[in-house]
Structure formats: structure tokens, C-alpha cells
């Protein structure tokens, strides 16, 4: 397994409060990406990276920023947070090149947003 | 724009039975990569297969295997010999295969499989 972790795994807030989830990769990929998991919309690209302080958005970005200080970590931040936000949250990692551009996976984090 | 097409919200299968998970795509690409992920209770997004559209063989592994029709756009999932822990939610996925820089990975909505003791 690629070794990718979510933190933390679960949250709970409340309307109005600025959440932080972390991802933290020790591939040292290049990419990485946050999407979230609502039912019936699969997996939704919110932010990715593509290096160090290289950030781009992706289609449901709004209300959501990112930050990618060091390549082994990628920061998904909730400014101030909905009760539409409340999702499953999955940050990915991929490579460049042949065999290694698949993404891969961390846990998950689910977060309620009361 | 590409977009992919789970039909099957839910199936079942027998223990050691076959089954298959349908999945289309549209796209006016030539070269691309399609994925079968797997998605159990525990919510760990797990890559099942991959299949480069340049290639006419079939993916395999183990007892998953592809049905790649590239001119119908269909890529079909089959579980030979099921068990309990096929058990999950199953999404195809699609990325084009150009060079440069990230690639979107369009993700169908999934296909829930029960496996039936």
C-alpha cells in the first residue's frame, strides 16, 4: 500500500469554524490531490498540487483553500465551514510517468458539519 | 468533457459465482487509462485494475479481470470465484493518457456489490 495518511479521521464541528485536514505522503509523489465522497457524485476533485507551493483548483473548489509547504504534506483548509461541507474527504497521491502516474488513496476523513 | 457511467447502482452475487459491473465512458480521446476501484465497509479507496486503451489485451488480476470493448466506450469489471470480501462499493474511473502536466480522473458514481453468503 502506498503509504498515505489522513488526519484526523474523523471531526465534528460546527457551522462557522475553520477546520484543517492534513495529508502526509512518504512516496515523495509529486501530485497530490483532495476530492470528496458525497453519494451519488463519486469522488469530486477539489484541489490539487503539482509541487511544492503549486496548487490548482478542480471542480468543486469553492469554500475550500490548500497549501503545500513540504512535498510529503498537503493541507485541505474550511475557511469557515457549511453543512455542505460535511463529506468524506480522500486526499490521493501519484507519480510521473509510466507505472507510477495511477493514483493512490489515503483513508479517508470523515467530517460532520453541525 | 469525459464522463463515465455506472448503470448499476447495486448487485449481488453468489459466493463463488461470477459477476460483472458494467461501465461506459465517453471520450473523444484515443489514449487513456481506465481503473476499477474497489471501496469496502472500511473506506480505503483500493485499485483493483488498470487498463491502458493503447493495449487490446485484457487486464487481469487474479480473479479480476476486464472486458475492454474500446470502439463501445465499455469497461466491464468481472469477479470470477466470488467471496465475502468482494464485498464494496466499485467506481470506474478514466484519465487521458496526454503528456504534460495533471490529468483529470473522472470518476463514475459506483456500483454497490453484495455478496451473498
Known amino acids: 500500500d502506498a503509504g498515505i495518511t489522513q488526519s484526523p479521521r474523523h471531526k465534528v464541528t460546527e457551522t462557522g469554524t475553520p477546520v484543517t485536514l492534513r495529508c502526509h505522503q512518504t512516496?515523495?509523489?509529486?501530485?497530490m490531490y483532495w476530492y470528496r465522497q458525497d453519494p451519488g457524485h463519486g469522488l469530486r476533485l477539489i484541489h490539487y498540487?503539482?509541487?511544492?507551493?503549486d496548487t490548482d483548483k478542480g471542480e468543486v473548489s469553492d469554500g475550500y483553500s490548500v497549501s503545500r509547504s513540504k512535498t510529503e504534506d498537503f493541507l485541505l483548509t474550511l475557511e469557515s465551514a457549511t453543512s455542505s461541507q460535511t463529506s468524506v474527504y480522500f486526499c490521493?497521491?501519484?507519480?510521473w510517468g509510466s507505472g507510477t502516474d495511477t493514483q493512490y488513496f489515503g483513508p479517508g476523513t470523515r467530517l460532520t458539519v453541525l | 468533457a469525459q464522463t463515465v457511467t455506472q448503470s448499476q447502482p447495486e448487485m449481488s452475487v453468489q459466493e463463488a459465482e461470477t459477476v460483472t459491473l458494467s461501465c461506459t465512458y465517453d471520450?473523444?480521446?484515443?489514449?487513456?487509462?481506465l481503473f476499477w476501484y474497489k471501496q469496502p465497509p472500511s473506506r480505503q479507496m483500493i485499485l483493483v485494475i488498470r487498463?491502458?486503451?493503447?493495449?487490446?489485451q485484457n487486464a487481469t488480476e487474479n480473479r479480476f479481470s476486464v472486458n475492454f470493448q474500446k470502439a463501445a466506450k465499455s469497461f466491464s469489471l468481472k469477479i470470477s470465484d466470488s467471496q465475502l470480501g468482494d464485498a464494496a462499493m466499485y467506481f470506474c474511473?478514466?484519465?487521458?493518457?496526454?503528456?504534460?502536466?495533471?490529468?483529470?480522473?473522472?470518476f463514475g458514481i459506483g456500483t454497490k456489490l453484495q455478496v451473498i453468503p
Open positions: 490521493a497521491i501519484s507519480g
Open positions: 471520450t473523444s480521446e484515443s489514449d487513456y487509462y
Open positions: 487498463q491502458e486503451a493503447y493495449k487490446q
Open positions: 474511473a478514466y484519465r487521458s493518457a496526454e503528456s504534460g502536466g495533471y490529468q483529470k480522473v473522472t
Open positions: 512516496e515523495n509523489h509529486r501530485y
Open positions: 498540487s503539482y509541487g511544492v507551493k
